[in-house]
Protein backbone atom coordinates (compact mmCIF):
# COMPACT_ATOMS: atom_id res chain seq x y z
CA UNK A 1 0.00 0.00 0.00
CA UNK A 2 1.68 3.26 -0.90
CA UNK A 3 1.93 5.53 2.30
CA UNK A 4 -0.03 8.69 2.70
CA UNK A 5 3.21 10.87 2.48
CA UNK A 6 4.06 9.79 -0.88
CA UNK A 7 -0.02 10.34 -2.14
CA UNK A 8 0.13 13.73 -0.99
CA UNK A 9 3.74 14.62 -2.43
CA UNK A 10 2.42 13.06 -6.21
CA UNK A 11 -0.55 15.03 -5.77
CA UNK A 12 1.44 17.81 -5.26
CA UNK A 13 3.49 17.67 -8.16
CA UNK A 14 0.83 16.66 -10.42
CA UNK A 15 -0.64 20.22 -9.21
CA UNK A 16 1.69 22.11 -9.59
CA UNK A 17 3.01 20.89 -13.65
CA UNK A 18 -0.99 21.72 -13.81
CA UNK A 19 -1.13 25.00 -12.84
CA UNK A 20 2.32 25.69 -14.68
CA UNK A 21 0.47 24.80 -17.83
CA UNK A 22 -2.56 26.30 -17.91
CA UNK A 23 -0.44 29.94 -16.50
CA UNK A 24 1.63 28.95 -19.67
CA UNK A 25 -1.36 28.84 -22.09
CA UNK A 26 -3.40 31.79 -20.38
CA UNK A 27 -0.17 33.67 -21.37
CA UNK A 28 0.10 32.49 -24.89
CA UNK A 29 -3.45 32.74 -26.35
CA UNK A 30 -5.89 35.41 -24.76
CA UNK A 31 -9.35 34.57 -24.24
CA UNK A 32 -12.01 35.25 -27.21
CA UNK A 33 -13.82 38.52 -26.98
CA UNK A 34 -17.90 37.92 -27.78
CA UNK A 35 -20.39 40.56 -27.95
CA UNK A 36 -24.15 40.24 -26.53
CA UNK A 37 -26.02 42.33 -28.54
CA UNK A 38 -29.96 43.22 -27.65
CA UNK A 39 -32.43 45.87 -28.36
CA UNK A 40 -32.17 46.97 -24.57
CA UNK A 41 -30.31 46.01 -21.28
CA UNK A 42 -31.25 46.78 -17.67
CA UNK A 43 -29.18 48.78 -15.61
CA UNK A 44 -29.78 47.27 -12.27
CA UNK A 45 -28.07 49.73 -10.30
CA UNK A 46 -29.91 52.87 -11.72
CA UNK A 47 -32.93 50.70 -11.77
CA UNK A 48 -33.78 51.37 -16.01
CA UNK A 49 -33.93 49.96 -19.20
CA UNK A 50 -31.47 51.66 -21.59
CA UNK A 51 -30.84 51.34 -25.09
CA UNK A 52 -29.37 49.15 -27.09
CA UNK A 53 -27.65 46.73 -25.26
CA UNK A 54 -24.53 45.83 -25.61
CA UNK A 55 -21.84 43.82 -23.62
CA UNK A 56 -18.32 42.69 -24.48
CA UNK A 57 -17.01 39.88 -22.69
CA UNK A 58 -13.73 38.30 -22.63
CA UNK A 59 -13.21 34.77 -20.82
CA UNK A 60 -15.23 35.11 -17.56
CA UNK A 61 -15.10 38.87 -17.18
CA UNK A 62 -17.13 41.43 -18.73
CA UNK A 63 -14.73 44.09 -20.58
CA UNK A 64 -17.06 46.65 -21.09
CA UNK A 65 -21.14 47.49 -21.02
CA UNK A 66 -23.89 49.94 -22.04
CA UNK A 67 -24.88 51.85 -25.34
CA UNK A 68 -21.79 53.30 -25.98
CA UNK A 69 -19.37 49.96 -25.64
CA UNK A 70 -17.08 49.71 -28.27
CA UNK A 71 -16.79 46.32 -30.19
CA UNK A 72 -13.16 45.00 -30.57
CA UNK A 73 -12.14 43.75 -33.60
CA UNK A 74 -12.45 40.34 -34.29
CA UNK A 75 -14.88 40.03 -31.64
CA UNK A 76 -17.74 37.27 -32.44
CA UNK A 77 -21.38 39.24 -32.29
CA UNK A 78 -24.23 37.80 -30.88
CA UNK A 79 -27.13 39.89 -31.58
CA UNK A 80 -30.33 38.63 -29.75
CA UNK A 81 -32.66 41.42 -31.74
CA UNK A 82 -35.83 42.42 -29.69
CA UNK A 83 -34.44 41.24 -26.19
CA UNK A 84 -33.35 42.75 -22.67
CA UNK A 85 -29.76 41.60 -21.38
CA UNK A 86 -29.71 41.73 -17.79
CA UNK A 87 -27.10 40.83 -15.27
CA UNK A 88 -27.41 37.02 -13.90
CA UNK A 89 -30.03 36.35 -11.56
CA UNK A 90 -29.76 35.24 -7.77
CA UNK A 91 -31.35 33.25 -5.56
CA UNK A 92 -30.70 33.96 -2.38
CA UNK A 93 -32.36 31.02 -0.79
CA UNK A 94 -32.15 27.43 -2.51
CA UNK A 95 -31.29 24.04 -1.26
CA UNK A 96 -29.71 22.09 -4.18
CA UNK A 97 -29.46 18.71 -2.38
CA UNK A 98 -32.81 17.69 -2.89
CA UNK A 99 -36.18 18.29 -4.77
CA UNK A 100 -39.76 18.04 -3.58
CA UNK A 101 -40.93 14.83 -6.05
CA UNK A 102 -44.85 15.37 -5.31
CA UNK A 103 -45.25 12.59 -3.18
CA UNK A 104 -44.49 13.72 0.11
CA UNK A 105 -44.42 10.08 2.28
CA UNK A 106 -42.54 8.71 -0.58
CA UNK A 107 -40.12 11.40 -0.56
CA UNK A 108 -39.63 10.91 3.36
CA UNK A 109 -38.61 7.07 2.89
CA UNK A 110 -36.36 8.07 -0.39
CA UNK A 111 -34.39 10.90 2.41
CA UNK A 112 -33.94 7.89 4.53
CA UNK A 113 -32.92 5.49 2.09
CA UNK A 114 -30.99 6.96 -0.26
CA UNK A 115 -26.90 8.12 -0.04
CA UNK A 116 -25.31 10.59 0.44
CA UNK A 117 -23.38 10.00 -2.83
CA UNK A 118 -26.66 9.12 -4.54
CA UNK A 119 -28.01 12.18 -3.36
CA UNK A 120 -25.32 14.32 -4.42
CA UNK A 121 -25.39 12.58 -8.35
CA UNK A 122 -29.08 13.44 -8.64
CA UNK A 123 -28.50 17.14 -7.28
CA UNK A 124 -26.04 17.67 -10.38
CA UNK A 125 -29.65 17.67 -12.53
CA UNK A 126 -30.93 20.33 -10.29
CA UNK A 127 -27.95 22.91 -10.46
CA UNK A 128 -27.58 22.11 -14.29
CA UNK A 129 -31.78 23.34 -14.27
CA UNK A 130 -30.88 26.20 -11.85
CA UNK A 131 -27.94 28.06 -14.04
CA UNK A 132 -29.98 27.03 -17.37
CA UNK A 133 -33.69 29.30 -15.76
CA UNK A 134 -30.76 32.17 -15.28
CA UNK A 135 -29.50 31.78 -12.32
CA UNK A 136 -25.72 32.38 -11.98
CA UNK A 137 -25.44 32.37 -8.48
CA UNK A 138 -27.33 31.06 -5.56
CA UNK A 139 -27.07 30.62 -1.78
CA UNK A 140 -27.75 27.27 -0.26
CA UNK A 141 -29.23 27.91 2.97
CA UNK A 142 -28.78 24.18 4.54
CA UNK A 143 -28.69 20.85 3.80
CA UNK A 144 -26.71 17.19 5.11
CA UNK A 145 -24.11 15.26 4.14
CA UNK A 146 -22.10 18.39 2.85
CA UNK A 147 -23.90 17.34 -0.41
CA UNK A 148 -23.96 21.46 -1.55
CA UNK A 149 -20.18 22.05 -0.58
CA UNK A 150 -19.85 19.40 -2.68
CA UNK A 151 -21.59 20.77 -5.14
CA UNK A 152 -20.32 23.69 -4.57
CA UNK A 153 -16.67 22.62 -5.26
CA UNK A 154 -17.29 20.72 -8.43
CA UNK A 155 -18.78 23.34 -9.80
CA UNK A 156 -16.15 25.77 -9.23
CA UNK A 157 -14.01 23.44 -10.71
CA UNK A 158 -15.66 23.38 -13.47
CA UNK A 159 -16.76 19.04 -13.08
CA UNK A 160 -20.27 19.79 -12.87
CA UNK A 161 -22.44 22.19 -14.61
CA UNK A 162 -24.76 24.95 -11.94
CA UNK A 163 -24.53 28.03 -10.76
CA UNK A 164 -21.85 29.41 -8.57
CA UNK A 165 -23.31 28.48 -4.92
CA UNK A 166 -22.46 29.97 -1.52
CA UNK A 167 -23.48 27.51 0.97
CA UNK A 168 -24.33 26.98 4.56
CA UNK A 169 -23.49 23.32 5.23
CA UNK A 170 -26.28 22.18 8.30
CA UNK A 171 -28.75 24.85 9.49
CA UNK A 172 -28.51 25.74 12.97
CA UNK A 173 -31.35 25.32 15.47
CA UNK A 174 -32.76 23.65 19.16
CA UNK A 175 -33.80 20.27 19.86
CA UNK A 176 -36.84 19.76 18.17
CA UNK A 177 -37.12 23.24 16.31
CA UNK A 178 -36.70 23.26 12.46
CA UNK A 179 -33.15 22.52 11.80
CA UNK A 180 -33.49 19.07 13.88
CA UNK A 181 -34.70 15.69 11.91
CA UNK A 182 -38.17 14.58 12.43
CA UNK A 183 -38.98 12.99 15.30
CA UNK A 184 -38.32 9.35 14.13
CA UNK A 185 -38.20 7.04 17.14
CA UNK A 186 -34.89 7.73 19.02
CA UNK A 187 -33.92 3.86 19.46
CA UNK A 188 -34.11 4.18 15.11
CA UNK A 189 -32.39 7.51 14.13
CA UNK A 190 -29.53 8.66 16.59
CA UNK A 191 -29.98 12.06 18.01
CA UNK A 192 -28.74 15.30 15.96
CA UNK A 193 -26.07 17.51 17.68
CA UNK A 194 -23.89 20.34 17.61
CA UNK A 195 -21.92 19.18 14.22
CA UNK A 196 -25.35 18.72 12.70
CA UNK A 197 -26.47 22.08 13.53
CA UNK A 198 -29.09 20.85 16.71
CA UNK A 199 -27.60 23.12 19.80
CA UNK A 200 -29.43 23.95 23.35
CA UNK A 201 -27.66 26.82 25.51
CA UNK A 202 -25.25 29.69 23.82
CA UNK A 203 -22.09 27.45 24.12
CA UNK A 204 -23.36 24.53 21.74
CA UNK A 205 -24.83 27.38 19.38
CA UNK A 206 -21.78 28.63 19.18
CA UNK A 207 -19.75 25.68 18.68
CA UNK A 208 -22.81 24.58 15.80
CA UNK A 209 -21.35 27.60 14.09
CA UNK A 210 -17.93 26.86 14.39
CA UNK A 211 -18.42 23.27 13.01
CA UNK A 212 -20.34 24.73 10.19
CA UNK A 213 -17.34 26.90 9.28
CA UNK A 214 -14.95 24.39 10.02
CA UNK A 215 -16.41 22.64 7.10
CA UNK A 216 -15.96 25.67 4.93
CA UNK A 217 -20.10 27.69 4.91
CA UNK A 218 -19.77 30.46 3.43
CA UNK A 219 -22.98 31.77 5.42
CA UNK A 220 -24.52 30.86 8.81
CA UNK A 221 -28.30 29.95 8.59
CA UNK A 222 -30.28 29.65 11.77
CA UNK A 223 -33.90 28.85 13.15
CA UNK A 224 -35.43 31.17 14.99
CA UNK A 225 -38.88 30.18 14.19
CA UNK A 226 -40.49 27.24 13.26
CA UNK A 227 -41.08 26.00 9.79
CA UNK A 228 -43.71 24.70 7.38
CA UNK A 229 -42.42 21.52 6.13
CA UNK A 230 -41.13 19.81 9.76
CA UNK A 231 -43.76 17.55 11.89
CA UNK A 232 -42.58 18.54 15.06
CA UNK A 233 -42.79 22.11 15.51
CA UNK A 234 -45.21 25.03 15.54
CA UNK A 235 -44.48 27.22 12.77
CA UNK A 236 -44.50 30.65 14.33
CA UNK A 237 -43.21 30.64 17.67
CA UNK A 238 -39.77 31.42 18.86
CA UNK A 239 -37.28 27.90 18.86
CA UNK A 240 -34.15 29.92 20.51
CA UNK A 241 -33.73 31.91 23.44
CA UNK A 242 -32.16 35.52 22.56
CA UNK A 243 -28.79 34.31 24.62
CA UNK A 244 -28.62 31.62 22.35
CA UNK A 245 -29.55 34.16 19.02
CA UNK A 246 -26.99 36.22 19.88
CA UNK A 247 -23.93 33.89 20.14
CA UNK A 248 -24.79 32.60 16.50
CA UNK A 249 -25.16 35.71 15.33
CA UNK A 250 -21.87 37.35 16.93
CA UNK A 251 -20.13 33.72 16.11
CA UNK A 252 -20.67 33.91 12.30
CA UNK A 253 -20.16 38.14 12.61
CA UNK A 254 -17.04 37.39 14.29
CA UNK A 255 -15.46 35.01 11.02
CA UNK A 256 -16.74 37.83 8.67
CA UNK A 257 -20.05 35.56 7.95
CA UNK A 258 -23.33 36.70 6.75
CA UNK A 259 -26.05 35.47 8.96
CA UNK A 260 -29.72 34.39 7.55
CA UNK A 261 -32.44 33.79 10.11
CA UNK A 262 -35.03 31.22 8.84
CA UNK A 263 -38.76 32.96 10.28
CA UNK A 264 -41.95 32.61 10.13
CA UNK A 265 -43.21 33.84 13.45
CA UNK A 266 -42.98 37.90 14.18
CA UNK A 267 -41.80 37.26 18.40
CA UNK A 268 -38.98 35.14 17.00
CA UNK A 269 -38.33 38.16 14.21
CA UNK A 270 -37.96 40.67 16.40
CA UNK A 271 -35.60 38.66 19.08
CA UNK A 272 -33.22 37.62 15.85
CA UNK A 273 -33.01 41.48 14.36
CA UNK A 274 -32.12 42.20 18.28
CA UNK A 275 -29.29 39.80 17.94
CA UNK A 276 -28.34 41.69 14.27
CA UNK A 277 -29.03 38.95 11.65
CA UNK A 278 -28.23 39.69 8.27
CA UNK A 279 -31.46 38.76 6.69
CA UNK A 280 -35.28 36.87 7.73
CA UNK A 281 -35.93 34.23 5.64
CA UNK A 282 -39.73 34.08 4.41
CA UNK A 283 -40.97 36.41 7.33
CA UNK A 284 -44.44 35.22 6.36
CA UNK A 285 -46.75 35.92 9.45
CA UNK A 286 -44.40 39.31 10.13
CA UNK A 287 -45.89 42.53 11.42
CA UNK A 288 -46.15 46.26 9.85
CA UNK A 289 -43.91 47.57 12.51
CA UNK A 290 -41.17 44.37 12.53
CA UNK A 291 -41.06 45.44 9.01
CA UNK A 292 -40.14 48.55 9.31
CA UNK A 293 -37.70 47.72 12.43
CA UNK A 294 -36.07 46.23 9.18
CA UNK A 295 -35.95 48.99 7.27
CA UNK A 296 -34.64 51.23 10.06
CA UNK A 297 -31.40 48.70 10.66
CA UNK A 298 -31.08 47.68 6.69
CA UNK A 299 -32.24 44.20 7.74
CA UNK A 300 -32.87 42.04 4.29
CA UNK A 301 -36.46 40.25 3.68
CA UNK A 302 -36.12 37.34 1.38
CA UNK A 303 -39.54 36.63 1.01
CA UNK A 304 -39.61 33.02 -0.87
CA UNK A 305 -43.35 33.69 -2.22
CA UNK A 306 -43.09 31.05 -4.53
CA UNK A 307 -42.44 28.24 -1.81
CA UNK A 308 -45.53 29.24 0.37
CA UNK A 309 -47.39 29.83 -3.11
CA UNK A 310 -46.35 26.42 -4.10
CA UNK A 311 -46.71 24.73 -0.18
CA UNK A 312 -50.64 26.17 -0.65
CA UNK A 313 -51.51 24.81 -3.73
CA UNK A 314 -50.14 21.35 -3.01
CA UNK A 315 -51.14 21.30 0.70
CA UNK A 316 -53.17 18.03 0.05
CA UNK A 317 -49.86 16.09 -0.69
CA UNK A 318 -48.62 16.69 3.02
CA UNK A 319 -49.13 15.20 6.44
CA UNK A 320 -52.36 17.04 8.20
CA UNK A 321 -50.48 18.66 10.64
CA UNK A 322 -47.51 19.88 8.05
CA UNK A 323 -50.98 21.16 5.59
CA UNK A 324 -52.63 23.17 7.80
CA UNK A 325 -49.03 25.21 8.27
CA UNK A 326 -49.20 25.16 4.42
CA UNK A 327 -52.30 26.57 4.30
CA UNK A 328 -52.09 29.50 6.81
CA UNK A 329 -48.64 30.54 5.43
CA UNK A 330 -50.01 30.79 2.03
CA UNK A 331 -52.72 32.79 3.31
CA UNK A 332 -50.61 35.27 4.53
CA UNK A 333 -47.25 35.62 2.71
CA UNK A 334 -48.49 37.95 -0.13
CA UNK A 335 -49.96 40.26 2.05
CA UNK A 336 -46.75 40.30 4.29
CA UNK A 337 -44.86 41.33 1.32
CA UNK A 338 -47.10 44.14 0.56
CA UNK A 339 -47.14 45.92 4.05
CA UNK A 340 -43.05 45.25 3.45
CA UNK A 341 -43.21 47.35 0.13
CA UNK A 342 -44.83 50.28 1.55
CA UNK A 343 -42.59 49.93 4.58
CA UNK A 344 -39.21 50.19 2.35
CA UNK A 345 -37.96 47.37 3.98
CA UNK A 346 -34.75 45.91 1.57
CA UNK A 347 -36.29 42.92 -0.38
CA UNK A 348 -33.68 40.51 -2.04
CA UNK A 349 -35.36 37.77 -4.28
CA UNK A 350 -35.00 34.26 -3.00
CA UNK A 351 -37.20 31.01 -3.59
CA UNK A 352 -36.57 28.25 -1.82
CA UNK A 353 -36.05 25.90 -4.46
CA UNK A 354 -36.33 22.46 -3.41
CA UNK A 355 -39.90 23.14 -1.94
CA UNK A 356 -40.53 23.76 -5.23
CA UNK A 357 -38.71 21.95 -8.68
CA UNK A 358 -35.20 23.61 -9.52
CA UNK A 359 -35.46 25.65 -12.63
CA UNK A 360 -38.98 27.06 -12.13
CA UNK A 361 -37.28 29.59 -9.73
CA UNK A 362 -38.36 32.44 -11.86
CA UNK A 363 -42.05 32.75 -11.22
CA UNK A 364 -41.15 34.73 -8.31
CA UNK A 365 -40.65 37.43 -10.08
CA UNK A 366 -44.70 38.10 -11.19
CA UNK A 367 -45.42 36.76 -7.53
CA UNK A 368 -43.13 39.69 -6.01
CA UNK A 369 -45.10 42.05 -8.69
CA UNK A 370 -48.57 40.65 -8.11
CA UNK A 371 -47.99 41.78 -4.53
CA UNK A 372 -46.57 45.57 -5.25
CA UNK A 373 -43.01 45.57 -6.71
CA UNK A 374 -42.69 47.23 -9.77
CA UNK A 375 -41.26 44.95 -12.32
CA UNK A 376 -37.94 47.16 -11.61
CA UNK A 377 -37.64 46.57 -8.18
CA UNK A 378 -38.30 42.63 -8.67
CA UNK A 379 -35.42 42.21 -11.10
CA UNK A 380 -33.08 44.58 -9.03
CA UNK A 381 -33.83 42.44 -5.57
CA UNK A 382 -32.31 39.90 -7.61
CA UNK A 383 -29.61 41.16 -8.96
CA UNK A 384 -28.18 44.21 -7.44
CA UNK A 385 -29.98 43.74 -3.86
CA UNK A 386 -29.09 39.74 -3.52
CA UNK A 387 -25.69 40.69 -4.37
CA UNK A 388 -25.63 43.18 -1.78
CA UNK A 389 -27.25 40.41 0.79
CA UNK A 390 -24.28 37.86 -0.43
CA UNK A 391 -21.45 40.40 0.01
CA UNK A 392 -20.70 39.77 -3.55
CA UNK A 393 -21.18 42.95 -5.37
CA UNK A 394 -17.76 43.08 -6.44
CA UNK A 395 -18.03 40.90 -8.64
CA UNK A 396 -22.14 40.38 -9.12
CA UNK A 397 -25.43 42.10 -9.75
CA UNK A 398 -24.63 44.43 -12.59
CA UNK A 399 -23.12 44.37 -15.44
CA UNK A 400 -20.04 46.81 -15.23
CA UNK A 401 -16.86 45.83 -16.30
CA UNK A 402 -14.87 43.74 -14.78
CA UNK A 403 -17.25 41.91 -13.27
CA UNK A 404 -18.17 37.67 -13.43
CA UNK A 405 -19.62 37.47 -17.16
CA UNK A 406 -23.09 36.26 -15.95
CA UNK A 407 -25.60 37.43 -18.14
CA UNK A 408 -29.45 36.49 -18.76
CA UNK A 409 -31.04 37.66 -22.26
CA UNK A 410 -34.46 37.56 -22.11
CA UNK A 411 -37.14 37.82 -25.05
CA UNK A 412 -38.65 41.33 -25.17
CA UNK A 413 -38.82 43.53 -22.56
CA UNK A 414 -39.01 42.58 -18.67
CA UNK A 415 -40.37 45.70 -17.36
CA UNK A 416 -43.23 45.19 -19.85
CA UNK A 417 -43.83 41.67 -19.17
CA UNK A 418 -42.33 40.42 -16.15
CA UNK A 419 -43.23 36.57 -17.01
CA UNK A 420 -40.34 37.05 -19.56
CA UNK A 421 -38.19 36.21 -16.91
CA UNK A 422 -39.33 32.50 -16.92
CA UNK A 423 -38.08 31.94 -20.87
CA UNK A 424 -34.66 33.59 -21.17
CA UNK A 425 -33.33 33.30 -24.84
CA UNK A 426 -29.47 33.42 -23.75
CA UNK A 427 -27.78 32.47 -20.40
CA UNK A 428 -24.06 32.90 -19.77
CA UNK A 429 -22.57 32.13 -16.58
CA UNK A 430 -19.09 32.92 -15.77
CA UNK A 431 -18.48 33.64 -19.27
CA UNK A 432 -19.59 29.85 -20.81
CA UNK A 433 -23.07 29.66 -22.67
CA UNK A 434 -25.40 27.64 -20.71
CA UNK A 435 -28.77 28.24 -22.86
CA UNK A 436 -29.25 29.51 -26.27
ZN1 LIG B 1 -35.31 27.06 3.02
Known amino acids: ?52 GVV ?65 LRATAYTKAMVEAGFTTVRDLGDSDYISLGLRNAIKSGAVEGPRMLVANYAIGSTGGHADQDPIRPDILAQATPIKGVCNGPEECRAAVRYQMKYGADVIKFMPSGG ?19 AIVSEAHAWKRKVAAHCHGDLAAKMAIKAGVDSIEHGTFLQEDTLKLMKEKGVYLVPTLFATYWVGGHADEYPPAIAAKARAAAAQSQKMFSWAVKAGTKV ?59 IVALPGDPTKDITVTEHPKLVMANGKIVRE
Open 56 to 120: VVQGDKILASGPTAKLPDGAKVIDLGDATLTPGFIDSHVHMSGQDNGDWYKGFFDNLMQHPPELA
Open 348 to 406: AFGTDAAVEPHGQGAKEFSLMTSAGFTPVQALQAATVNAADLLGVSADSGTLDSGKRAD
Open 1 to 52: MIGFKSVRRVALAALLMGSVSVQALAADAPAPVTVLKAARMFDAAAGKIVSP
Open 228 to 246: VLSLADPVDVPQLTQEEMN
